[in-house]
Structures are given as C-alpha cells and as structure tokens.
C-alpha cells in the first residue's frame, strides 16, 4: 500500500482519539488496580499510614502510565505513514480466551475468542527504512501498518489502537468509537473513581 502525496504527515488527529485512549479499558491496568484494593484492606488495622501511599502510588502511576500511551498514539497517528508489508512470520503462542481486535485493512473486528493465540513477526518498508513489529492475536493478513516517518522503526498495526479508523485523501483521520465501547467507559471511570475515592477516604481516616 503506497503512500500517496497527499497523505504525507503531519495529519490532522481528532480529540475522539484521546477520548479513547483515555477511557479505553486495559486488563493489566485492572489487574494492578485489584491489587489495589486487596493490599489497603489486608494492612487498613495493621498498617493505617501505608494505605494513602498505596492508593496515590497505583492512581499516579496509572495516569503517566494511560497519558504517555495516549501520547505515543496522537504522535504516530499525526507523524504516521502507510508502510508496505514485506513478510509475515507467524508462531504459535498457546490456547487463551481473551478479547482480540483483528485488522483486515482498514476494517477492524474486536470480539472475544477462544482458541490458538499466534504471535506474528510483520516486516515492513516505510519509504527506505525497514522494520518490524509483533502482532498478538490472531495471525496477521491484511490489516493496515503505521510507520512512524520520525522514527522508522516504530510501527503499529491499526488494530492496536482503541478506536476505528480512517485516513481520508487529504491527510486527515476519522476516528469513531467501536461498538461496545461506553461500557468500557464506563468501567474504567469507576475503577478510577474508586481509586480516588480510596485515596480520599483512608487521608481522612489518618
């Protein structure tokens, strides 16, 4: 897939991308969240002073944990080019359940499967450089490569990001929410209000 000349970056990325980013819900997050709420109640007697630390070190190293991705992903979609797909090695990675989004083209299916996980080695050409990425999930076909034209050698498959996209021929992106996602919303904002709650709670209990 060649890049046209009126595509070249830098390209117009609208707010909807943050506001997925932002909100997109992530399961290592949750999970380190969980510990969260595990810890604080096993030392809330023992160890009263410890359990603000707790909450404040899991809420502020989640926020520049989220803020630095979504900032990785405006960067590559306002510097990003379509790069050509070379070869496609993929291996297998073991059975799991879990919830994939898989990339044919510009189309993007995001739904929960069981069965064989692969891990695919995608090369790629951007321009004169080349590089690689790692695609989990399903195995690799047809789905559209971003190359970073800054840092050739940053690339990321348009189903890594958290909402469906399109580069139109002027150089600007549509972005639009994924079905299901508000409820993904939704469960993230709680998991950080309980966090800030938690926070706010056990400093007034100290």
Request: proline share 5%; glycine share 8%; net charge positive.
């Amino acid at each position: 897939m060649l890049q046209s000349s009126r595509t070249v970056p830098p390209h117009r990325v609208p707010p909807t991308v943050a506001l997925a980013g932002a909100t997109v819900w992530n399961r290592r997050e949750a999970y380190w969240f969980l510990i969260a709420v595990i810890v604080p109640a096993a030392c809330w007697s023992e160890y009263p002073m410890v359990v603000p630390y707790v909450f404040a070190i899991v809420l502020l190293g989640a926020l520049v944990f989220r803020c630095r991705r979504v900032a990785w992903w405006v960067s590559m979609l306002r510097w990003g080019v379509i790069a050509d797909v070379e070869s496609v090695d993929t291996a297998l990675r073991g059975d799991r359940n879990l919830r994939l989004a898989h990339a044919t083209g510009w189309n993007v299916q995001r739904r929960w499967y069981t069965g064989v996980v692969t891990q695919s080695t995608v090369r790629y050409r951007a321009g004169e450089a080349r590089g690689h990425l790692f695609v989990r999930g399903l195995p690799f076909t047809t789905g559209v490569v971003l190359a970073h034209s800054k840092q050739p050698s940053c690339a990321m498959a348009i189903s890594d990001f958290p909402c469906d996209l399109q580069l139109d021929g002027k150089g600007r992106w549509a972005a639009s929410f994924p079905r299901g996602f508000w409820l993904q919303a939704l469960a993230t904002s709680a998991m950080y209000g309980y966090t800030a709650a938690g926070l706010a709670l056990s400093l007034g209990y100290r």
